[in-house]
């Protein structure tokens, strides 16, 4: 017997949430919570769903107590809980659901409202009547086109933190009210270096509207792949097909336009932007460059992609690496029994590589693979063997406090005599503080000798900049990229 209705269900749900965000934090909660819905409530058991198995298996092993402690709170009858894999029939797949409207409170017939500041999109489905006359105005939707996706890389499993919680917010917004609302972000523009998750936002935006908004046309696609279809169109006169297949998508996500070569390509992507945006539909591309620096692109459309949101992934911190492994750890785990990762083989392999996320899923990917053919426990040998092999075979070239100095000198336009100095005005503390504290990580000289090198100071002023700075990091997350950037930059 359901003790509370569906409606009460969800109106208690919304106060789960809320008080779940204020008490784990914005970027736990939307990492992990963002997509679980309530399916019901019977003889005490609240029964929750999620989208994907690794989601499923992190929140019953992380948060199953807390959620639970939480849902009693709000919802006297509820005893127990459990998380369920969503099915296609559930009630947070309905159509009402997929327009924004919580499914337990929604008619299906319900047209969705839409977010404040949103001009709602006549030509996009906002329930299901709507969706089914979509699919007839694109005859060919269902149609699986452009690159394919890995089933990995959803919102579930992308790490947010202070370098990438704009890039985060902005492609989540996408995916939720793409179908309600026009555009307010068009295009959306990620550029970063490699590694840092501009493809993972990209697909998760896609798998994020092929599992909830089934009737949107989605197309993801490498710009090598844009370039091989429009080659074999033009070889096989089949261009009008071409440009027809990709000016009816709803949404058209490009990654890595920086390889974009040959001029008719260029062309042909600029008249598809054009159309795709002036037509009221999403574009959203990613980069290794910022829009300025693509010399593939004319400047007219330089120009465009500058006046959409452009946004930088800025480079991973140690506490995000150190997060990416412990997540990759749980979901190799999960398939892997028996697989564990001690905590100063993490910090290890944290340290070592900090170039890119595909270093650190390289890393566990080869752990995994050593304990499943050798039946042996990890251990910090065996993690030293893959950080050698994923660096080229060597430690990271040494760095000197020389080269602090000479980095840090560039960097904020200082002299390394001010450096060295007794000037103590705030432009020159800072970078003589920066640079304290690179040499207290990035080399193995003690604390008096940094301090001799540094103007003949005392080491209580080396600590004194070193717990500034950490704390500094701690309160500014643009420090923290600035520092990552600097250490990235000395190693390389």
């Known amino acids: 017997m359901v003790n509370t209705s569906d409606r009460d269900i969800g109106k208690n749900w919304e106060r789960i949430k809320q008080r779940l965000r204020a008490e784990l934090g914005e970027e736990v909660y939307s990492s992990w919570f963002g997509r679980v819905e309530p399916e019901g409530l019977s003889d005490g058991l609240l029964q929750l769903s999620v989208p994907t198995k690794f989601l499923q298996k992190w929140l019953e092993s992380h948060y199953a107590t807390r959620v639970l402690s939480t849902c009693k709170s709000e919802l006297s009858e509820v005893t127990s809980l459990e998380f369920l894999l969503r099915g296609p029939n559930s009630m947070a797949n309905t159509a009402s659901n997929l327009a924004g409207v919580s499914a337990d409170t929604a008619a299906p017939s319900t047209p969705a409202p839409v977010s404040p500041g949103c001009q709602t999109r006549p030509d996009l489905p906002v329930d299901g009547n709507n969706m089914r006359k979509a699919t007839a105005r694109h005859p060919g939707r269902q149609k699986n086109s452009g690159s394919p996706l890995n089933p990995g890389q959803t919102f579930e499993t992308f790490v947010v933190s202070a370098s990438n919680r704009l890039a985060c917010a902005a492609a989540r917004q996408i995916a939720e009210t793409i179908t309600t609302c026009q555009p307010k972000y068009n295009p959306l523009f ?181 304990y499943q053919l050798t039946a042996q426990p990890v251990t910090m040998q065996v ?96 420090l923290r990229d600035e520092i990552e950037t600097l250490k990235n930059d000395l190693h390389s």
Not at 193 to 221: F, N, P
Not at 262 to 273: A, L, R, S, V, Y
Not at 351 to 362: C, F, H, P, V
Not at 442 to 458: C, M, N, V
């Open 190 to 370: 990620f550029h970063a270096d490699v590694g840092r998750g501009k493809t993972h936002l990209m697909q998760a935006i896609a798998w994020e509207l092929k599992q909830k908004a089934r009737d949107t046309k989605v197309i993801y696609m490498t710009a090598e792949r844009f370039m091989i279809d429009f080659a074999d169109a033009l070889t096989n006169k089949d261009a009008l097909a071409f440009k027809e297949n990709l000016r009816s998508a709803d949404i058209l996500l490009i990654d890595d336009i920086q390889f974009l070569k040959g001029e008719n390509n260029q062309k042909e992507f600029d008249h598809t932007i054009n159309a795709l945006i002036d037509s009221g539909r999403q574009v959203v591309v990613a980069s290794a460059l910022s829009p300025a620096k693509l010399k593939c692109l004319d400047p007219r459309m330089r120009s465009r992609m500058a006046g959409g949101l452009v946004t930088e992934i800025g480079a991973f911190d140690r506490e995000l690496r150190l997060r990416i492994l412990q997540q990759r750890v749980e979901l190799e785990a999960g398939e892997c029994p028996g697989f564990v990762v001690p905590d100063d083989v993490l910090n290890f392999l944290t340290d070592k590589l900090t170039q890119s996320g595909r270093e650190l899923e390289g890393a566990i990917t080869r752990l995994r693979a050593a």
């Open 383 to 478: 993690a030293m063997e893959i950080v050698s092999a994923i660096i080229g075979g060597s430690e990271p070239r040494r760095v000197r406090i020389d080269d602090i100095l000479r980095t840090i000198s560039q960097q904020y336009a200082v002299s390394r005599g001010d450096l060295l100095s007794a000037r103590r005005t705030r432009s020159i503390v800072r970078p003589r503080q920066i640079g304290m504290y690179l040499s207290k990580q990035l080399t193995s000289r003690s604390l008096p000798e940094i301090g001799r090198r540094f103007g003949g100071r005392d080491h209580t002023t080396v600590i004194h900049a070193i717990r500034k700075i950490e704390e500094l990091m701690n309160e500014d997350p643009n």
